[in-house]
């Protein structure tokens, strides 16, 4: 073996005694106590250990634009158009520098996995897509990325963000999202997106239903779709800021709807928090959707991040461990199971929503493993616990030195 992780509490039984994994070749050959073999070692003394956390949903290559960006005034952050009034200067060298800032801070707080939505448009044509792929081939030793595009400022009024998604397609973008919520025809850019997911073989993972009352919502119309073209499991939406706002009733009723559907959801609690609930100044609503109410109605989740430093989310160090944390502070997520379960949308589930096959501490998957500063799945939420050791298919990425104290 080339390498042992030792007394290791998988997050999968953290209940259960600690293990060792054994590594040979990059993959897992062995997990069991007291591995007997002459190997390089890593201790992980009894604390928890996971397949790596897996980021769903974020946005590289507009990160860390805040200082170039017109300043926000009054209630509404208008980030949409001071974004976009920016997107001329990006260059295929400055969007890599960004985006890699970003992307080593994932990785430094135990992201392994890893889909980016990059958005196409006239204002960046392929050069941000030119970023990201390189990113993907030069940070491979420590992530591996998946990019999703998507038509962030239309499709159906936008033909050229049309041929940009079908060149990135055919470029190898795994996966195609929707903006609906900025096209004059939201219906028309939801069928041709599916139209081109069918055509290219590759998941759709949208930004949907953000907003501020559950009025005219897409997603009826992407689980119809789902289930007409049998697409369930492959098909995510992103937000969903609308669910938050619904009567109970009906929110349960939605659940149900999306579960049998076979559409995941993805939380991202930081953007959704700054970004809803801009029309009220007294008792102000959070936007969030209770993923774990979806959850319990047997809808997929994941919690992520989305947007770094700039008009969506001016804030950020780009742990997925603290949005979870957030997440449960602001649905009022405390008993533990639940706590469990929002660590679960950073591991196992998100990996489920991203269709991977050798996600997990098993025998023959990738040696990617993450031992953070934590017992149990729900401490490591409770507490922002930190990533204390990363390794990428057997090979150490990271390592976090526990804070120490110097008493007298």
């Not at 080339?2 to 600690?18: Q, T, Y």
């Not at 792929?133 to 420590?142: G, P, S, V």
């Not at 401490?379 to 104290?405: D, I, S, W, Y």
Request: charged content about 25%; proline content about 5%.
């Amino acid at each position: 073996m080339d390498l042992v992780v030792r007394n290791a509490r998988l997050a999968s039984a953290p209940e259960a005694p600690p293990v060792d994994i054994g590594i040979a070749d990059g993959k897992i050959v062995a997990i069991q106590p007291g591995l007997h073999v002459e190997a390089p070692s890593c201790d992980a003394e009894g604390r928890l250990t996971c397949a790596g956390l897996v980021e769903t949903h974020i946005h590289l290559e507009k990160s860390r634009i805040a200082d170039r960006c017109a300043p926000e005034t009054g209630r509404l952050p208008m980030a949409m158009e001071r974004v976009s009034a920016v997107k001329h200067t990006f260059t295929v060298e400055d969007a890599y520098r960004r985006a890699a800032q970003t992307l080593e801070g994932c990785i430094k707080f135990g992201a392994t996995r890893m889909r980016p939505h990059v958005e196409l448009d006239g204002g960046v044509e392929m050069r941000t897509f030119d970023a990201v792929a390189a990113l993907k081939r030069d940070y491979a030793w420590a992530i591996d990325i998946e990019l999703c595009v998507f038509p962030q400022e239309g499709l159906t009024n936008n033909p050229r963000a049309d041929e940009l998604l079908v060149e990135a397609l055919k470029r190898g973008a795994r996966a195609i999202g929707a903006a609906p919520n900025f096209d004059p025809d939201h219906a028309g850019q939801i069928r041709r997106v599916f139209d081109l997911a069918r055509e290219f073989d590759v998941d759709i993972d949208m930004h949907l239903d953000s907003g501020n009352s559950p009025d005219d919502m897409d997603i009826h119309l992407v689980c119809e779709l789902t289930e007409k073209y049998k697409l369930g499991g492959r098909v995510a939406i992103g937000h969903g800021c609308k669910y938050s706002t619904m009567k109970v009733d009906g929110f349960h009723k939605l659940a149900s709807r999306i579960a049998d559907a076979g559409v995941a959801v993805t939380s991202l609690p930081a953007t959704d928090l700054f970004m809803q609930g801009r029309d009220q100044t007294d008792n102000v609503r959070r936007g969030v959707v209770d993923v774990n109410a979806l959850v319990e109605h047997g809808v997929n989740c994941s919690i992520s991040t989305n947007n770094v430093l700039n008009p969506f989310t001016p804030l950020g160090d780009c742990s997925l461990i603290r949005m979870a944390n957030l997440q449960a502070n602001v649905c009022q997520i405390g008993h533990p199971k639940r706590l469990r379960e929002c660590f679960a949308m950073l591991t196992e589930r998100s990996a489920r929503l991203m269709n991977l096959k050798d996600y997990g501490i098993a025998v023959g998957n990738p040696a990617d493993i993450v031992v953070i500063d934590a017992m149990t799945p729900e401490q490591a939420v409770a507490e922002n616990a930190a990533p204390l050791v990363v390794f990428k298919r057997g090979v150490r990425t990271v390592t976090r030195a526990r804070a120490e104290l110097h008493r007298p």
